[in-house]
């Protein structure tokens, strides 16, 4: 029997619950879903700004509204003087709870004084 064959056929008996979805369907769905894991980006920022004093903290869902995959940029004294991979352990540590709960996570962590130099001008 040709090999494709039978992994056909275990495809073909793998159950696949059509209401068990990973990803939502509509912006509804999403928001109701990342509000009830708890991890949006408001909570992100909230925490940041509790646990690292954070003077600036932009946070972006970069999942389409699921709360699974989150950008942020993070400024806060506590940076100074460490290193780019001590920042992130800064702040993993803090979101620790948050992290393990969704897929994906890039924080970017500057110092004050490194943020009024490569912030955006308006």
């Known amino acids: 029997m040709d090999p494709r064959h039978k992994l056909y056929k275990q495809l073909d008996a793998l159950d696949i619950d059509p209401e068990n979805t990973?990803?939502?369907?509509?912006d509804t769905e999403a928001t109701r879903e990342a509000a009830s894991s708890g991890v949006t980006p408001q909570a992100i920022k909230k925490r940041l700004?509790?646990?690292l004093g954070a003077t600036y903290v932009e946070i972006e869902d970069m999942s389409g509204g699921c709360g699974q995959m989150f950008e942020a940029i993070i400024v806060s004294p506590h940076f100074a003087k460490k290193t780019?991979?001590?920042?992130?352990r800064l702040v993993n540590g803090v979101l620790k709870e948050e992290i393990a709960a969704i897929h994906a996570w890039t924080p970017k962590c500057h110092t004050p004084e490194e943020w009024e130099k490569k912030k955006p001008q308006t």
């Not at 780019?84 to 992130?88: G, N, S, V």
């Open 84 to 88: 780019t991979l001590a920042r992130h």
């Open 22 to 26: 990973m990803s939502a369907r509509t």
């Open 49 to 51: 700004e509790e646990g």
